[in-house]
């Protein structure tokens, strides 16, 4: 019979990872098919224990990155045990798909000029497409959480549809809308959401090329006034 303390113990990282709930993004954890079936049922509920340590520690904080690595490394529970982690997740994505919907109805509003709805970029990269939630979306593909994600993406898509007409002359408003181009290209989107995106990548390339185009106008012009000045 195995002896599953002892299986745990042997192996540092994981030990850390389910005793300690300590992990980072350079944590190497083994893969679960290493284990048991048996081991994996016995470890299950250590596992869950961890998982909801460190999301309710860290997620929010400046130390989500924890969070990320947990949620990209190996699983090590039971199907029945992912089921419940999906649980206790239900609550925290249905609350970024209230806020979702509140932040584009405030985006909304009549009166706020461009600058002040730059801010809602900000909302998108920290709230609603934070790489937690893009993990998440990614790893936990459920139907508990489906409408609520397909809300948060289209949300976010229509906010940052308003920010297509950022140049590339214009440093920061590019930047935060290229920023956001990053966050999409992590997520599976549907067909609708492909195609709006495929907009943003469109907009973002000619944009670059214009921008490509200008400088180098801009620098034959120097040269031919700097060889007007020398034939003087």
Do not use: H
């Not at 979306?137 to 949300?155: G, L, Q």
Request: glycine residues 2%; aromatic residues 12%.
């Amino acid at each position: 019979m195995e002896d599953f303390e002892q299986i745990l113990k042997n192996d540092i990282n994981l030990n850390k990872l389910i005793s300690n709930k300590e992990i980072s993004l350079m944590t190497k954890l083994t893969k679960p098919e290493v284990f048991s079936s048996e081991f994996i049922d016995w470890l299950s509920p250590k596992y869950y224990e961890a998982f909801v340590s460190i999301f309710e520690k860290v997620v929010g904080s400046e130390k989500e990155a924890k969070m990320v690595a947990l949620l990209n490394a190996p699983k090590y529970c039971n199907e029945e045990t992912k089921d419940k982690i999906i649980d206790f997740l239900v609550p925290y994505i249905k609350s970024k798909s209230e806020l979702a919907t509140i932040t584009l109805s405030s985006f909304n509003a009549p009166g706020l000029d461009y600058v002040k709805k730059l801010q809602f970029a900000f909302v998108i990269k920290k709230e609603l497409l934070s790489y937690v939630n893009i993990v998440i979306f990614k790893y936990f593909n459920s139907p508990k959480i489906e409408e609520d994600k397909t809300n948060i993406i289209n949300c976010s898509l229509k906010i940052t549809d308003s920010y297509k007409s950022a140049k590339a002359s214009n440093e920061i408003d590019f930047k935060l809308f290229t920023d956001l181009l990053i966050r999409f290209e992590k997520l599976k989107l549907n067909d609708k959401q492909r195609a709006v995106f495929n907009t943003f990548k469109t907009k973002e390339k000619n944009s670059i090329n214009k921008n490509y185009i200008w400088g180098g106008v801009v620098i034959v012009i120097i040269i031919l006034r700097m060889v007007m000045r020398m034939s003087r």
